[in-house]
C-alpha cells in the first residue's frame, strides 16, 4: 500500500511540475513580447540586429489615462542629439571638425571645412542635419567661424538654470548670426 501509494504521489507531483512548467512558458512569452514592444527599450550590445527592427509601440486610452503616464515627463537627452548632429554632418565630405551644442530651444553648431566645400553648401548641410534631427521648435543657428566652437564648447558644462547661461548663449548666438545660415 505504501509503494502504491509513494508512486501515485510521485506521478501527481510531476504531472503539476510539467504543468507549471508550461505556464511559465507562456508567462515568459507573454514577457518576451511586452519587452520587445516596450517604446523605453534601448538597443544593447546583446541586440545587434537593433538597427534594422523598426520602431513600433500600440497602446490603448486606459494605458495612457493613468497617473503614472500623466507624471511621464518628455524629455530630450541634449547630448545625445548633439552628439547625433555632429557625427551625421561630419560624414559628409568636406568637414574637418564639428562642435555641436543643444539646449532646450536652440542647437548651435560651428564647424571647421575644407576650403573645397563652398562656405553656402556647409551652411546648408549642417543646418538641414540638424532640422532633421531636432523637433520643429529649434532654432539652429550654425558658423564656419572657427573660434565659435571654443565658445560652444565653454558652455558644455552650463544648465539651463544658470544666470550667466542666457547671456553667453545670446552673445555667441549673435557671433554665429553673421555667418550664413543656410536654407
Do not use: W
Not at 503614472?68 to 537627452?77: A, L, Q, T, Y
Not at 543643444?102 to 542647437?107: G, L, R, S
Not at 523637433?135 to 571654443?150: L, Q, R
Amino acid at each position: 500500500m505504501t509503494k502504491k501509494l509513494f508512486i501515485t504521489l510521485s506521478l501527481l507531483t510531476a504531472f503539476a511540475l510539467v504543468g507549471c512548467n508550461n505556464t511559465d512558458n507562456a508567462a515568459d512569452e507573454r514577457e518576451q513580447i511586452v519587452d520587445e514592444l516596450d517604446p523605453e527599450a534601448e538597443n544593447t550590445p546583446k541586440n545587434p540586429e537593433g538597427n534594422d527592427k523598426l520602431g513600433y509601440v500600440r497602446y490603448s486610452k486606459e494605458q495612457v489615462d493613468n497617473d503614472n503616464e500623466k507624471s511621464h515627463i518628455v524629455n530630450i537627452d541634449r547630448t545625445k542629439m548633439a552628439n547625433m548632429i555632429a557625427r551625421i554632418i561630419l560624414r559628409n565630405d568636406g568637414f574637418d571638425e564639428v562642435a555641436t551644442l543643444v539646449t532646450d530651444k536652440e542647437a548651435l553648431i560651428a564647424y571647421a571645412k575644407e576650403d573645397e566645400l563652398e562656405t553656402e553648401n556647409a551652411a546648408d548641410i549642417a543646418k538641414k542635419t540638424a532640422v532633421s534631427i531636432l523637433p520643429e521648435y529649434f532654432d539652429v543657428y550654425v558658423s564656419d567661424n572657427e573660434m565659435i566652437m571654443h565658445d560652444i564648447q565653454s558652455l558644455h558644462n552650463s544648465s539651463t538654470k544658470n544666470d550667466n547661461y542666457d547671456n553667453t548663449l545670446d552673445q555667441i548666438i549673435d557671433r554665429m548670426k553673421q555667418s550664413l545660415q543656410g536654407k
